[in-house]
Every structure is written in structure tokens, then in C-alpha cells.
Nanobody, 120 residues
């Protein structure tokens, strides 16, 4: 079973930067697709960035060009570099690890979340 621990959240001014990290433990964590999700008050959780076990990435439109997801399989960590932060980025950010067999999700793990607040 994979366990996930997020860190790096905090308070930052608009235009500032934060780097979130997710440490994964468990068997074969490097084979999981990893994602960062966020949930703002009163809103549904949304995918922010995603990276496959092979390193392919995608981003939600609102963060393209500002956020970068990366993974270090030797350390079993996934990071989200967030630049040019906006107040609308304020949310609890969650790390996710997922494995699939075809269309079937076989494993799906979540961290506890880390708060990101963008405010003057």
C-alpha cells in the first residue's frame, strides 16, 4: 500500500512561488501515475497536474505555463512547482497516486492535503 505525505504549502503573495512536495512510500510507487489535485472552499476537487510513470505530463488550463509537475523515481517523490501564483490558486492541494489496468483503477491513494493560500 502507498502512503503519501504532502509538504510545502503556506501563505504567499500574488505573483509569488511555492513548491509542493509529495513523498510516497510503499511497493512500486514509481510505477504509479501521480497527480496534484486541489479543492477550494465550496468547490469540487479538481485535477491540477498529472504525471505518468513514464514522465508524461498534463495540466489544467488555468495553471498551464505557471505550474510544473515533476517526479524523482529514485526518491519516490513528486513535486509541484507553482509560479506566478494567483488568489484563485488558493486551495487545499492533495497528492494522488493511481494505478490502472486498462480502464479499471486498481489502486488509488491520497495524501492528507496541504493548504496553499495566495493573498496580499
Amino acid at each position: 500500500q502507498v502512503q503519501l505525505w504532502e509538504s510545502g504549502g503556506g501563505l504567499v503573495q500574488p505573483g509569488g512561488s511555492l513548491r509542493l512536495s509529495c513523498a510516497a512510500s510503499g511497493s512500486s510507487s514509481s510505477r504509479y501515475a501521480m497527480g496534484w489535485y486541489r479543492q477550494a472552499p465550496g468547490k469540487q476537487r479538481e485535477l491540477v497536474a498529472h504525471i505518468t510513470s513514464g514522465g508524461s505530463t498534463n495540466y489544467t488550463d488555468s495553471v498551464k505555463g505557471r505550474f510544473t509537475i515533476s517526479r524523482d523515481n529514485t526518491k519516490n517523490t513528486v513535486s509541484l512547482q507553482m509560479n506566478s501564483l494567483k488568489p484563485e490558486d488558493t486551495a487545499v492541494y492533495y497528492c494522488n497516486a493511481r494505478r490502472r489496468s486498462g480502464a479499471t483503477v486498481t489502486y488509488d491513494y491520497w495524501g492528507q492535503g496541504t493548504q496553499v493560500t495566495v493573498s496580499s
